[in-house]
């Protein structure tokens, strides 16, 4: 009883090892191939989480929604809502620096937080959506956990083939190129803006798919499972500590990052309550400290972005979050 125990857990953070891997590779997109330095994931989870939410769920009294479509409708719409509210948001935050678009991000974030806790119409404040129907959610727990299981793991090897695909594609150098140096794609006619909101909405969109994956495994969605030190500061340290620049690496760092993460609150757990409490500031302390070692020892991460088109040793005098140099693939890009 004991193993099929530990089977069902194993299966549970399987699930969300695929759902936050959607949402590292969306950073990866944007960080790891293109420079952006978004520090508002949790906005575009809580956007996906409770459009699929408001689109799926039946009729109920007091807000928006109840629509009650399949759920795969659900989840196409929660990557175009994301998308839509990301289009704006880059239109006028791409501009920045990358550390006044941390900011801004940041503050959009944050605004969609306190939206969704207000207004009650839309998202029923902080009691939240419930009754949000899951794929298969009828079969007996076990079946049901796995059946969820192969969609999201499904759903992730789609996306990672589609990124791999625009990566390597000239698209993808392109991107790459205007990491790395943005002047010299400039000079080349490239429309830097232009193909920062590209990269932008795509992965925000993907951010989005992952919220709404979250939403209908957990059947409801309440403000409080938008936590910020979740949605956004677990999923940077588990792109850097995978490695930026290499989608898997970025898969990668969600395995180990979640796995640590979810085998401390076990061992936290088994401490008596008023110790346990205090024990859970020491995982974000072991996480925390994870980064540091890793930024320190293997700043490129666990599975370094490929160097591709260079000489061996080329990447050490570029710039960017991978650390690679792509300023030749420059002339190759779209």
């Known amino acids: 009883m004991e193993w099929l125990g530990l089977a069902n857990y194993a299966v549970f953070m399987a699930i969300f090892i695929c759902i936050y891997a959607l949402l590292s590779l969306g950073l990866n997109i944007q960080w790891g191939f293109t420079g952006l330095f978004n520090a508002g994931i949790a906005g575009f989870f809580a956007v996906g989480a409770y459009t699929s939410a408001i689109l799926t769920s039946p009729p109920a009294d007091g807000r928006l929604g109840g629509f009650d479509l399949p759920v795969v409708a659900g989840w196409i ?37 306190l939206v969704i806790k207000s207004e009650d119409w839309l998202t029923n404040s902080a009691r939240g959506i419930t009754d949000i129907p899951r794929p298969f959610g009828d079969l007996p727990y ?113 395995a180990v990052v979640w796995t640590i993460w979810s085998l401390s609150e076990i ?14 500031y020491l995982r974000v302390f072991l996480i925390g400290l994870m980064l540091q070692l890793v930024l320190r020892f293997r700043s490129e991460g666990l599975l370094p972005e490929p160097q591709v088109g260079h000489a061996s040793g080329s990447g050490a005098d570029a710039g960017g979050p991978g650390g690679t140099g792509a300023k030749g693939d420059a002339k190759s890009g779209g």
């Open 77 to 113: 719409g929660a990557m175009v809502v994301a998308g839509l509210i990301a289009w704006p948001i880059g239109k006028i935050c791409l501009r920045f620096r990358s550390d006044y678009l941390a900011i801004a991000t940041i503050g959009v974030a944050e605004i969609i937080r």
């Open 142 to 254: 076990v079946y049901s956990q796995l059946a969820y299981l192969a969609i999201v793991a499904g759903v992730l090897l789609i996306a990672y083939l589609m990124v791999e695909r625009q990566i390597t594609a000239p698209w993808g150098r392109m991107m790459r190129a205007i990491r790395d140096n943005e002047n010299a794609a400039r000079a080349m006619g490239k429309d830097v803006p232009y193909r920062r909101l590209e990269a932008f909405i795509f992965g925000s969109a993907l951010m989005g798919l992952g919220g709404a994956l979250f939403a209908h495994f957990n059947r409801t969605i309440t403000p409080e499972a938008i936590d910020p030190m979740i949605a956004t500061f677990l999923v940077w340290i588990m792109l850097i500590l995978g490695g930026s620049g290499n989608n898997r690496g970025a898969i990668l760092g969600v």
């Open 267 to 280: 061992v936290t757990d088994q401490l008596p309550h008023e110790y346990a409490v205090q024990a859970k």
